[in-house]
């Protein structure tokens, strides 16, 4: 059966996850989790809910999915070390140099690829799979024929696909918004959320929310997903609470199961969600469905009635449903385009029917025939969980021998022999040293696997067989970590600095796929989105073939893989293929042989050696805000699609800074 897998932004979260019925869930750490703004999980919250779900056939996902400078390495190293000291299902990641130090150093903890990768073609999860990625998590921006065509090509590699929580506008990994205005990174896990703000459309002067997309809500895809085979179902929201979790999770394990989600819809909508649709999983491209949330970004609940008039704070106003004391009521006043929210706690002063009066704060004035919303329901409260869990232990493989009256014990940190009184016996005293010794009591330890040798023919007494495992047990909890930490090797060679990166741009597109010749040489570079890979793999091969002295730009996974198919040409890692440290660029040089080099990742103007190569440090260069298969054209300024040209250039401003808005295609590029 599929995998449900839900967020816990706290181990109290993962708990109430687990109980309603998740398949597993996935949470950061205190550091380098893409959600800083989340709890988050300390080393024993991480070990508690090691123990709680593999005592329940869970798993558990951990998100070490920020991209990483030299300077951080240490650190992240170390919290990999402890992590595969405690043990997990898998480790969600985006930067290439964490899953280099994985594969060498912590074999045994799985990789997963984040959707902060942006893979989204064929190419980039077999490029991942060669880099020994266990699963893929898909980028959102995907339709279920293009899901299908993934899945048909790579069957060896695990699926993972988003159901349900918050869209970004601009692809996961590739957008620069937050970073280009406030110098807060989506990288680093601090997105300030610029695509849920407003900006004004210079040529009609209107305020839009041109780019806050609805809420995924994939619930009639779901046995859609099954039946591609897709291997596992992600739910969005580490910030959003219990309320959320536990919502979310049993209107999805229903639909899994076959059982009326219905009943569980009211809870999903008011413990968070915005106006929602089903994203590009309904297909996109002219006439697609506008997936934009309109005039209001926030949080919506359920729209439950109308305001029909107001004396002094005194609201009458009619409703499907029955208004309680503190459930938490809004309503969407117009203002320049926008709506403005205004929430309160409801105060009902009587009620007759489905006409009821409100008490409202002070001030508040609300017109007749405003929409009334629900947001929260008073009744419904997630019950707090105790934490109070034991932690997970750290399996020892021991060999148990017997020989004569002597019993020794032997694992890969200490060996011991101890005397016993063996008795002789018709039975065999192995079933009796199994169950005594896979026991482990208060310890931080359990021995397992064990292989017993001897003991046929004897009895031993079980007090004994216990004394001498706490003992044993004992002496493994008193032996120091011996903790492998950090090295900065790589092997560097010699390699010329690239261009200036505003010089490679074709036009407003941050890549180029023409060509531009600089210093006896013709830069070409793919797009780090392409849903026709085939197409522009082959405009490539093309144009390389035909100019003089080709070295290409790879700005997505995927496209090492073109490079591995033909190197007959030279290559350079580009913007959007993040070096962010020594790590990725180690990588990305053993994948492919003629690298030439590669520009340092774009948020940083430092690095530290060693580096396999000399990174090109890029300078007064300015990346676009977003890159996003929504169209500004039809879903911000509500264009018809039959008019269109398929190309056209729009300018927006906000705060006294203008961008420009080119629409490709069916593709917007911000900056």
């Not at 934490?387 to 020794?408: Q, Y």
């Amino acid at each position: 059966m599929i995998e449900l897998a839900l967020p816990a932004g706290t181990i109290e979260e993962a708990l109430v996850a687990l109980g309603a019925g998740a398949d597993a869930v996935y949470f950061g750490m205190k550091e380098f989790s893409a959600r800083k703004g989340a709890g988050n999980f300390s080393l024993e919250d991480l070990s508690k809910i090691r123990r709680f779900s593999e005592d329940r056939n869970r798993k558990i996902y951990v998100t070490v999915n920020t991209l990483i400078d030299d300077t951080a390495l240490p650190a992240a190293y170390s919290l990999l070390g402890d992590i595969a000291e405690i043990g997990a299902d898998g480790i969600i990641t985006q930067d290439l140099g964490i899953a280099e130090i994985i594969r060498r150093d912590f074999p045994t903890l799985p990789l997963h690829g984040s959707t902060q990768m942006a893979v989204h073609t064929i190419s980039g999860v077999k490029e991942m799979q060669a880099l020994g990625f266990e699963r893929a998590v898909l980028s959102r921006e995907l339709t279920l024929d293009e899901i299908r065509k993934i899945r048909k090509a790579c069957p060896d590699i695990e699926l993972k696909v988003f159901i349900h929580g918050a869209m970004c506008y601009g692809f996961s990994g590739l957008c620069m918004a937050s970073h280009e205005i406030t110098g807060r990174s989506a990288n680093e896990g601090e997105c300030a959320q610029i695509c849920r703000t407003w900006f004004q459309d210079e040529e009609s002067g209107k305020k839009l929310y041109p780019f806050s997309l609805k809420d995924l809500d994939a619930g009639l895809y779901v046995k859609k997903l099954e039946e591609i085979g897709i291997d596992s179902l992600k739910v969005e929201g580490r910030l959003k609470g219990p309320e959320y979790v536990d919502a979310v999770t049993r209107y999805y394990r229903a639909i899994i199961d076959g059982e009326d989600e219905g009943k569980y819809r009211k809870a999903v909508a008011l413990s968070f969600q915005r106006a929602h649709s089903a994203g590009y999983l309904e297909g996109s491209g002219p006439g697609h469905s506008n997936m934009l949330t309109g005039s209001y970004t926030g949080h919506r609940g359920i729209r439950i009635g109308t305001v029909l008039d107001q004396r002094g704070r005194k609201v009458l106003v009619e409703s499907n449903v029955r208004i309680k004391d503190r459930d938490g009521l809004m309503v969407l006043i117009p203002k320049e385009g926008l709506a403005v929210p205004y929430k309160f706690s409801a105060k009902v002063l009587s009620s007759e029917g489905m006409r009821s009066i409100l008490l409202v704060g002070d001030g508040a004035t609300l017109s007749s025939g405003l929409d009334l919303w629900m947001i929260s329901d008073s009744s419904m409260n997630a019950r707090k969980l105790s934490t109070d869990i034991p932690k997970a232990r750290k399996s020892i493989s021991a060999e148990i021998k017997v020989i004569g009256n002597t019993l020794t014990i032997e694992t890969p940190h200490l060996s011991r022999t101890y005397e016993v009184c063996a008795e002789n016996s018709g039975k065999s005293a192995a079933d009796a040293i199994l169950k005594a010794f896979t026991a482990s009591g208060e310890s931080n330890h359990v021995l397992s696997p064990i292989k017993v040798e001897g003991g046929d023919g004897i009895y031993i007494n079980p007090k004994k067989l216990k004394e001498i495992r706490r003992g044993f047990l004992a002496l493994l909890d008193s032996i120091p970590e011996q903790r492998k930490e950090y090295e900065a090797t790589a092997a560097e060679r010699k390699t010329e600095p690239l261009p200036d990166r505003r010089l490679l741009d074709d036009g407003i597109k941050p890549w180029n796929m023409k060509g531009v010749m600089i210093d006896g040489r013709t830069y070409l570079s793919f797009p780090p989105v392409k849903f026709d890979e085939e197409k522009i793999y082959s405009d490539m091969l093309n144009t390389a073939n035909r100019v003089q002295n080709p070295i290409i730009g790879l700005n997505n996974i995927g496209d090492v893989e073109f490079a591995k198919e033909h190197p007959e040409f030279q290559y350079f890692a580009d913007i959007y293929l993040y070096l962010s440290n020594r790590e990725s660029a180690e990588l990305i040089a053993k994948e492919i042989p003629s690298l030439a080099g590669g520009y340092l990742w774009v948020e940083r103007k430092s690095y530290t050696e060693p580096w396999p190569f000399t990174p090109t440090v890029v300078k007064d260069y300015t990346m676009p805000l977003f890159i996003s298969r929504s169209c500004y054209r039809h879903d911000a300024l509500g264009l018809s699609c039959n008019e269109c040209r398929r190309h056209s250039i729009h300018r927006i401003r906000q705060n006294e800074r203008r961008y420009t808005v080119t629409v490709d295609g069916c593709m917007t590029i911000v900056r």
